[in-house]
């Protein structure tokens, strides 16, 4: 199994940006889609963003659209999310995993490994 460590996350303040990377070891990554999740206290995880195999075609979620921008390396086995203007609300420990499309959206497809420790991210009004 593939073991995901992400790292990059603190505190910011409202309109700040922060680098999220995600490095997996164990096995290569780059077959797969790969994403960013993530869950705020009392909520239940969501999927932030997407982006294919081959660095080429990404999706995110609507409450991060122009603000975040996900992108990869294959040679490094990384995923990065850089976070721009940067609210409250994204408060939130981010995780990566790998992503499936699931007809309405898109879920975690956790057929490669585990969850990680995830970063914390907070954002101060």
């Known amino acids: 199994q593939v073991q995901l460590v992400e790292s990059g996350g603190g505190l910011v303040q409202t309109g700040g940006s922060l680098r999220l990377s995600c490095t997996a070891s164990?096995?290569?990554?780059?077959?797969?889609?790969m994403g960013w999740f993530r869950q705020a206290p009392g909520k239940e995880r969501e999927f932030v963003a997407t982006?294919?195999?081959?660095?080429?075609?990404?999706s995110d979620t609507d409450s991060v659209k122009g603000r975040f921008t996900i992108s990869r390396d294959n040679a490094k086995n990384t995923l990065y999310l850089q976070m721009d203007s940067l609210k409250p609300e994204d408060s939130a420990v981010y995780y990566c995993?790998?992503?499936?499309?699931?007809?309405?959206?898109?879920?975690?497809?956790?057929?490669?490994?585990?969850w990680g420790q995830g970063t914390q991210v907070t954002v101060s009004p």
């Open positions: 164990g096995r290569a990554v780059g077959s797969y889609n």
């Open positions: 982006v294919a195999w081959d660095g080429r075609t990404t």
């Open positions: 995993n790998a992503a499936r499309n699931v007809g309405t959206g898109w879920g975690v497809n956790l057929s490669i490994g585990p």
